[in-house]
DNA sequence: GCCAACGTTGGC
DNA sequence: GCCAACGTTGGC
């Protein structure tokens, strides 16, 4: 089982909608970049990851599974774009910030605070079980 | 709203 | 195959 994490901007995907499609899911359409989709290549039913807001909030805010394995995205005809499909797990009890986690020397590796441009990233399980305890949530 | 960082495209 | 130009992401 991995850890993952995924960006999206609340004004185009936020996690309320994502909270909102329940135990369906929704495709994480859209990815054009060859790292992020080799990343949700990866991905295994069942593999956990982190729903952060980015520009304008820059927080992690929930935790989704992935419930469906890289498939074509529906949102092209290209056929080298595939994406997951994710479905809300649970929302954390307090929003990690991106300050928060470049504040904490346990996270000073994690890609979210490195590589600020890959919109879908591994998370260790180390910087899972950080960011779930500043998040005052279950990991 | 600006701009740095980075990825992609396309001319050569 | 190199690299300049361009487009996009996302922090500030």
New binding site residues.
């Given amino acids: 089982m991995r850890y993952w994490l995924f960006?999206s901007?609340a004004e185009v995907w936020s996690w309320d909608q994502q909270f909102a499609k329940g135990e369906v899911g929704e495709e994480w359409n859209g990815v054009?970049?060859?790292?992020a989709r080799n990343n949700m290549r990866e991905m295994q039913i069942g593999d956990l990851g982190f729903f952060y807001h980015?520009?304008a909030e820059?927080e992690v805010v929930g935790i989704v599974e992935v419930c469906a394995l890289a498939h074509p995205d529906s949102t092209t005809d290209d056929e080298r774009w595939e994406c997951v499909d994710i479905k809300a797990v649970r929302s954390f009890n307090k929003p990690v910030t991106?300050?928060m986690c470049?504040d904490d020397p346990r996270l000073s590796d994690m890609v979210l605070v490195n590589?600020?441009?890959?919109?879908v990233q591994p998370v260790s399980p180390e910087e899972w079980k950080v960011v779930c305890e500043l998040g005052e949530t279950n990991p």
Avoid: P
Avoid at 32 to 35: A, G, K, L, T
Avoid at 115 to 119: A, G, I, K, Q, V
């Fill in positions: 960006k901007e054009r970049n060859y790292q980015s520009r820059k991106l300050a470049k590589n600020t441009r890959l919109s």
